[in-house]
């Protein structure tokens, strides 16, 4: 157990919809990182926040969003969904009291959008 | 700017036979180095990591991989792989901050390993 949290595990939905995904990062973690993976783009880093601001982007559409709020639990949202958007959604977070940048990882949202 | 190449996508090994996946990376600062392993349907996990010290690090699962300043580069090895090995397995950098804050990870695209009976 990471101690990463994340919810839901599957989401199931259609084209054109909008979604929130949560992300309750290991006790003392300061920041929080999204990934997506899929087949054909692998592992694919969208946004890092670190104690509630945006600190690095990576290839993040503009559809989507995030934010990590002052608790440090973070969410990310999809919206206008399409197809290609189904993926796993990974969140991990670092920078504990001995910040190496070493990752925890959340077990994944699997999107499924029909 | 820190990079980090994997250039092998796909390494197919026969069972009990030794593999080694390589990762080079690029940073002009010192860094800190990790690899981790993701197994079908789950999330990754840490399987090893080079923060300082000797250079050959051990990680779970009889994985080593050895720090190569010189080269920039740090391979993962392993003597002799079971097919519960076959998994995905990810290299990644994070440089030193010389204050406490935020890290930048980078992530190498990853290595398929596939163990063959």
């Known amino acids: 157990d990471s101690g990463v949290t994340q919810t839901p595990k599957h989401l199931i939905t259609a084209t054109g919809q909008r979604v929130t995904l949560r992300c309750s990062p290991r006790?003392?973690?300061?920041?929080v990182y999204w990934y997506q993976q899929s087949l054909d783009q692998g592992l694919q880093f969208l946004i890092q926040y670190y104690n509630g601001e945006e600190r690095a982007k990576g290839n993040i559409l503009e559809r989507f969003s995030a934010q990590q709020f002052p608790d440090l639990h973070s969410e990310l949202n999809l919206s206008s969904l399409e197809l290609g958007d189904s993926a796993l959604y990974f969140c991990?977070?670092?920078?504990?009291?001995?910040?190496?940048?070493?990752?925890?990882f959340g077990e994944g949202s699997r999107l499924t959008v029909l | 700017a820190q990079s980090v190449t994997q250039l092998d996508s796909q390494v197919p090994v026969f069972e009990e036979a030794p593999v080694e996946l390589r990762c080079n990376y690029s940073s002009s600062v010192s860094v800190y180095l990790f690899w981790y392993v993701q197994y079908p349907n789950q999330g990754l996990q840490l399987l090893l990591k080079?923060?300082?010290?000797?250079?050959l690090v051990k990680g779970i699962n009889g994985f080593e991989a050895e720090f190569n300043k010189s080269q920039t580069s740090f391979h993962l090895r392993k003597p002799s792989v079971h097919i519960s090995d076959t998994a995905e397995y990810f290299c990644?950098?994070?440089?030193?901050?010389?204050?406490?804050?935020?890290?930048?990870?980078?992530f190498g695209t990853g290595t398929k390993l596939q163990v063959i009976p």
């Open positions: 991990a977070s670092s920078g504990g009291q001995t910040n190496t940048g070493e990752l925890f």
């Open positions: 990644a950098v994070s440089h030193k901050l010389s204050f406490g804050g935020y890290q930048k990870v980078t």
């Open positions: 080079y923060l300082s010290g000797s250079t």
């Open positions: 006790s003392g973690d300061l920041s």
